[in-house]
Every structure is written in structure tokens, then in C-alpha cells.
């Protein structure tokens, strides 16, 4: 840093707030401004603006922006003997790497939140956090198709088909950013596509709400490259299974009933024999 530099860096911090602000201004006009900038001729604090004051769910698209483009910044030249395929078109996942004829599709997700706060369920454990896993636009496709001389006015009506579900299949691995919860723009957690809960009223679908570990485990990891050999090796998990859990609180409750049972009976048998002591 050459000392006009250091100089100038000395007065600035001989200035006052509205000094600064004023030198602020000047400094913008004399840099390029931002592409989006000039594509919509407005300064960044509006845009900045703008954000902060609309509703969650526009600042939860914002935030899904920025955790893709932290991914494809700071992850995707990291991954070793991969590399980035640019593709067009609304597809069911948002990156994809090549390794000679392999390919993997990879579908990034923001971590859930709620009211701000990193969204829990007691159910899925206390090291675990929620990943809402479906499209951000809803819409339905008709089933089936029907010509025009087959329709009549007692024909039943086609049955419209969900499009925001994702199906098993439609990606290969899932990337989570986790900054909700870690306050850290690069930190993901990964686990494979074919892994994850599927609904209970067709298996083909991925359900909405699954369970993200906060930390390392043998269905998630933080290291990308360990999530590709995952995937590649063709081992089947289920990430959480929703009838063993629910077996498995149904006899704590009864554990728990039967406790209490016992612990009345006592409390009965005592009385009793204090009775009869008197």
C-alpha cells in the first residue's frame, strides 16, 4: 500500500459521520456501479431497501439467491476432479458437474426458518434442523390426455397433478446452507437425493420437511467430495425412519405410563400401611 494511500486512510478517520457520508457519496460517483445497478438505474441502498422491508417469504427468495451464489463461488472450483456444466431451462436442480461421461445434479436448499429463527422439530432429534424440500413456485399439470370428441358433460373431470413436489430422481444430491443456524454463508451440509424421506401417500415424492444434522453423521457431511462418493458407491439409506421413531415414542409413552402407574400404587401401599401402623 503506497503511503498517499495511508495518508488518505489517516484523514478519513479524522472525519466526522456526516464528513464520511459526504466523502461516501463522492467515492460512488467516481466507481462503476453495479450491473444491476445500471439495468435498473437505481443505487444498491434502495435495492438493499427494498429487501429489508418486504415480506419474509421475498426475503427467503433472496437469501436461496445468495446461498446459490456462495455455492458457486466457494464451492463448486473446490470440488477435485470436477467440473462446473452450465445448462438453460427451469430443471429440477440447480447445479451440475462433470466427470468425463459421469454427471451429478445438484439441488441447493436454504435451511428453514420461521419467524426469523432456525426452524426445529422435536421429533427428528435434537442435532437436527428442517430443510423445506419442494419448488419455490407451486402450479398443477393435467393428468392424462383426452381429445376434444371424448369429452362430454359427464365425463369426470382429469384430476389436476401437483408440480411443486420434487420426485426421487429429479437430482442427485442435496446441498443445504446452513447459514440460518451457523450465521456462516459457506458452511453446507450434503447428503444423497435418493436418501431422503419419501411421502407416506406415494413414495415416488420426496417429502416436504426433512431432517438436516447440524453436524457430521453417517447421512450427512459437510464435505461435498465425501457426499459424491456417497452417491457413486450406490449404497441405500433412509435419513430418518419415520415408523421406527414413532415406535420408539409410542413405548416411551408407555414406559412413561407405567411409571406413573407404579409410582401411584406406591403412593397408595403407603398410605395403607401408615394406616394400619396407627
Known sequence: MSEKTENVKKLIESLTPLELQSLASYLRSK???????????ITYELILDAIHRSQDIVQRGVRGVIAEAVFEAKVLPTIKGWQSVSFVGDLPYDFKIRSGKREIRIQLKLQRTQAGQPLTRPFFGPDTFIVEVQKTRSGTKRKGKKTASKITSK???????????????????IAVNMQPSTRDWTRFMYTVGRWLMPRAKDKKLIEIMQPVSRN??????????EC???????????IFDVKAA???????????????REHGRSLVEGKQTSGATK
Not at 231 to 238: C, D, I, T, V, Y
Request: overall charge positive; aromatic content about 12%.
Open 216 to 225: 457430521r453423521s453417517e447421512f450427512w457431511t459437510d464435505n461435498i467430495e
Open 155 to 173: 365425463s369426470a373431470p382429469i384430476e389436476p397433478e401437483k408440480t411443486r413436489p420434487y420426485q426421487f430422481g429429479d437430482f442427485d444430491i
Open 246 to 260: 414413532k415406535k420408539k415414542l409410542l413405548a416411551e409413552r408407555e414406559t412413561r405410563k407405567a411409571a406413573r
Open 31 to 41: 466507481i462503476s456501479r453495479h450491473p444491476l445497478e445500471e439495468k435498473w438505474d
Open 228 to 238: 459424491i462418493d456417497w452417491f457413486m458407491s450406490g449404497k441405500k439409506k433412509l
